[in-house]
């Protein structure tokens, strides 16, 4: 099952709004990181944000973190149509040593320019 | 470094075939990753290797699947026999210790 789970499913905007989503999780972590998949590509990485920390930037990118609600959210401001994707949330957990990626079943990012 | 190899990009084949994956993960990284991708089930991990060693296999679905990595530069993920349900993406992703991952393009098999 996926640990991490995002919402909106879907969301559409126009260019230059600002594009919220989120995602929440189930067991402890290590660290929550954001990726991004274009159409028919791999999965490329965006921000990582540790256990400990509550909120990241980078760029135009902006993660919170809380983990007393085990949620996260990713921000995307100015968004331009070269956005559109998909974004997914992933998982370190923390137990068992367990350190394989579970990844959430991600929020589709259409930009309408 | 080129980044995650894997090959083949596309591959089709019949139901009852055997099928081989291949990945070349970033050299140093010592995380191994075969996910796989479907509309209806998302991105499932369906085994991990750390340092050569599989470490979590849960995620295999059948016996039909067996992934091996010989040496740190090299792991295939076999399908024995395929079937049409394995129709999927399938990805390779590579990561040092509890870093980020990074992936590989995928290979998307038909099986029909």
Not at chain 1, 49 to 57: A, C, P, Q, V
Not at chain 1, 69 to 86: E, V
Request: charged share 20%.
């Amino acid at each position: 099952s996926q640990q991490g789970e995002e919402d909106p499913q879907a969301l559409s905007i126009q260019e230059g709004e600002n594009a919220t989503m989120n995602c929440s999780y189930k067991t402890s972590i290590n660290n929550l990181q954001w990726y991004r998949q274009n159409s028919g590509r791999g999965l490329v990485h965006l921000i990582l944000i540790r256990s400990n920390e509550r909120e990241k930037h980078s760029g135009r990118l902006r993660v919170t973190l809380d983990t007393s609600k085990k949620s996260s959210s990713l921000l995307i401001t100015a968004s331009r149509a070269a956005d559109t994707a998909s974004y997914f949330c992933a998982t370190r957990p923390m137990d068992t040593g367990r350190r394989a990626l579970t990844f959430g079943s991600g929020t589709r990012l259409q930009v309408q320019p | 470094d080129a980044g995650v190899i894997q090959s083949p990009r596309h591959e089709v084949t019949e139901m009852g075939q055997e099928v081989t994956l291949r990945c070349k993960p970033i050299s140093g990284h010592d995380y191994l990753f075969w996910y796989r991708q479907t509309m209806m089930r998302g991105l499932e991990l369906l085994i991990y290797f750390n340092n050569n060693v599989p470490i979590d296999d849960s995620g295999m679905p059948e016996d039909r699947f067996s992934a091996k990595m010989p040496n740190a530069s090299f792991s295939t993920l076999k399908i024995q026999p395929s079937e049409p349900r394995d129709s999927a993406v399938y990805f390779c992703a590579s990561s040092l210790y509890r870093r980020e991952a990074f992936f590989g393009q995928g290979t998307r098999l038909t099986v029909v």
